[in-house]
């Protein structure tokens, strides 16, 4: 059996339209992803007042070293000078809930 190749259609011009339909449609969709991207909201962060003072608290306690060099300086100098009181008193009840909270007992 033979088979008639002069009726079949010119399959470089279906190739050519086949390319052209993925094209378009490629572009169709490049089209619909571009305007759901401008319908999108972009994202974005905002730090509260609140927030940005806490982060500068924070930066700040972290840059000092926890002790107050001018409370120091005074006690020193009352001492040197024979100035500086002790109320015995309130050391000892602090020192009697050091130790309780430190053992437990209360």
Do not use: C, W
């Not at 339209?17 to 991207?37: I, L, M, P």
């Not at 109320?87 to 000892?92: D, F, G, I, R, S």
């Amino acid at each position: 059996m033979a088979i008639n190749i002069n009726n079949l259609p010119n399959t470089a011009q279906v190739k050519n339209d086949k390319v052209e339909q993925n094209t378009q449609r490629q572009q169709t969709a490049v089209q619909q992803n571009a305007t759901q991207g401008a319908n999108q909201k972009q994202d974005s962060v905002s730090i509260t007042p609140q927030a940005q003072q806490f982060s500068k608290l924070t930066e700040k306690a972290s840059n000092s070293s926890g002790i107050d060099q001018e409370k120091v300086e005074k006690i020193r100098q009352a001492i040197s000078e024979g100035k500086y009181k002790i109320n015995v008193e309130q050391l000892a009840r602090r020192i009697v809930h050091f130790e309780s909270e430190l053992f437990g007992k209360k």
